[in-house]
């Protein structure tokens, strides 16, 4: 079994709404308490901190031979046995792929280069070759881009 941890994408975009925010509070201290800059630097200091606490990066996609499956230790938030496994749209150019498991809720994106999500995942490579791996061929289809598939589709 692997394990591959949810991690934050845009830790630079937190870490610089943190010290903008963390300076604009100082100045604002400084300046006696001056209320619009004390409010920014609060929100940018909290937003910052709120993507960085946030409680997905405790979850992790564990692939075995049975399936694949997102938990968070003892919290499992949906598991797809290969076989339930809908389609799956992969770039191994970009180690991108799309896990459609039927539903939204049950779908998994492997985000790559360029794809849009607010997350990442620890060693993409590995994950995309595991799935690829295990899932029938008639269910893949590889792309160049999933943003290619997107457009074709439409």
Do not use: N
Request: charged share 20%.
């Amino acid at each position: 079994m692997t394990s591959h941890r949810f991690r934050p994408r845009y830790r630079g975009v937190a870490w610089t709404a943190i010290g903008v925010g963390g300076s604009l509070t100082g100045i604002a201290l400084a300046l006696g308490i001056a209320a619009l800059p004390l409010a920014t630097g609060l929100v940018g200091v909290a937003f910052g901190a709120a993507y960085l606490g946030s409680p997905t990066w405790r979850y992790a996609v564990r692939v075995d031979d049975d399936g694949l499956e997102v938990r968070a230790k003892d919290v499992t938030k949906f598991k797809l046995a290969w076989g339930d496994i809908v389609r799956v749209i992969a770039s191994p150019t970009t180690h991108t792929c799309f896990v459609d498991g039927g539903e939204p809720a049950r779908s998994l994106l492997v985000p790559g280069d360029g794809a849009p999500a607010p997350y990442d995942l620890e060693d993409r490579p590995a994950l995309v070759a595991a799935i690829l791996a295990r899932v029938p061929s008639d269910k893949v289809t590889l792309v160049e881009t999933l943003g290619q598939f997107h457009a074709q589709a439409r």
